[in-house]
């Protein structure tokens, strides 16, 4: 059974891959991702009570919560740029034929991990696989 160090340490970790790839996408893409506010809420909320509480339940919740604000942001970003690469590919297709078929295979894969990123889970690596074949188109 896990005790409160140990969830602790769960939330640290957490933190951590959240502030990881919010440094990845600054220094690499240069995206300060917009955070939604109902997401911050809860997540707060339920560190405010896990901080009071101090109890494994509450702490589990506070890590399940600042996961879940760190998937909504990269699932976020990700959904704004496939968006953003479709109306830049729809753009080129009647001019540049050859150069949208291949750049439209790279955004079919680049839907599909985010596709995939959405239906195992939250999947935050297929969320950055997609960014990242974004990005080279």
């Known amino acids: 059974m896990k005790t409160t160090d140990d969830i602790r340490r769960e ?3 957490a933190r951590e891959d959240y502030l990881k790839d919010m440094t990845w996408l600054r220094e690499e893409f240069g995206m300060i991702p917009d955070v939604q506010e109902y997401a911050m809420k809860e997540m707060l909320l339920a560190s405010f009570r896990a901080i009071e509480a101090n109890d494994v339940p509450s702490l ?4 399940q ?3 879940l604000l760190h998937n909504d942001v990269l699932a976020h970003v990700t959904w704004k740029m496939l968006e953003q690469t479709k109306r830049c590919l729809k753009e080129i297709r009647d001019s540049h034929p050859d150069d ?3 750049k439209h295979q790279l955004w079919l894969d680049a839907s599909w ?8 889970q ?5 969320y950055r696989t997609c960014i990242q074949i974004l990005a080279s188109i």
Do not use: N
């Open 11 to 13: 939330f640290a970790a």
């Open 65 to 67: 919560q600042f996961k």
């Open 122 to 126: 939250r999947d935050t690596a297929a």
């Open 113 to 120: 991990a985010y596709t995939h990123g959405k239906a195992f």
């Open 100 to 102: 949208y078929k291949a």
């Open 60 to 63: 589990t919740k506070a890590v």
